[in-house]
């Protein structure tokens, strides 16, 4: 398809270079993910603990996983349920409702996180998109630099499997190609696919964008220094079971659908603490 955006493991010739030819904000001044680099972050006394509303109950609906071209989404949204998962304080400006999360991985070979911490990269990152609770659609909410908040997990490879995976891991079988989707039972809850809520306190925090075209720079961003872990088999289970193309296209795994890390120009990183 003509003007469609993609990753260089997909094409290079409409890779992360060339986004800015499709949307020029893309090119913009506040483009996100960047490299976070600790010797150049300024503490912020506010930056206190995030409070977490709904991450820790199981919802009562079904959540529904979707291969959507570029990731896999889990949508949170379409039941009452979400209407009280929410995130405030912690120096956010206002309350956020999440809407969905997805992932962003590497390869066999290699890293795939998006942002970096002190040029390190991560196998892999979690992002939960919060709306402001302000804004009733997307689209309004993509007209304002406060409209969304989402949340950065990097993860680390472990020996052992973490069990809070296993649905999501079970699911990537049925949204092996764009456009399937799987709806899971929710037998788990949001707070158990992030670290301890005690390692919860450090985390950075940034303006910036979406990762993908439109690249709207509408995000407040959240990176928290903690890896999740996860099992070798379960990252593996990402990189040899997802495809970037519709089933009877093409076989092309998904693998490498990061955008490398951005230009900071003007902007300052906080951190929560040192
Ligand atoms: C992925 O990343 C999808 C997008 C998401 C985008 O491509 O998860 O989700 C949808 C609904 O298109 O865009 C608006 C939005 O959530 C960028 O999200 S990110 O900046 O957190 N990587
Ligand atoms: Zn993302």
Redesign the pocket.
Known sequence: ERGQWCYDSQDPKCGPSHWKELKATCGGSQQ?PINIDRRRLRRDGRLGDILFEGYNQAPPGKWRLTN?G??V?LSLQGDSAAEHINITGGGLPGTYRA??L?F?WGSLAGNGS?HTLDGHQFPMEL?I?HINVNYPT?GEA?GHPNG?A?L?FFFKVSETDNSNYNTIVAGLRNVSHHGDFVDLASTFRLSNLLPSAGQLSKYYRYQG????PDC?EV?VWTVFEEPVAIGHAQLTAFVNTVHFPAAGSALLKMTNNF?PPQPLRSRQVLASRD
């Open positions: 996100s959507d570029h990731t989404v809407l969905q997805h962003h998006e992002h998109v997307l993509k969304l989402v950065g964008s979406l990762t993908t709207s995000v955008r």
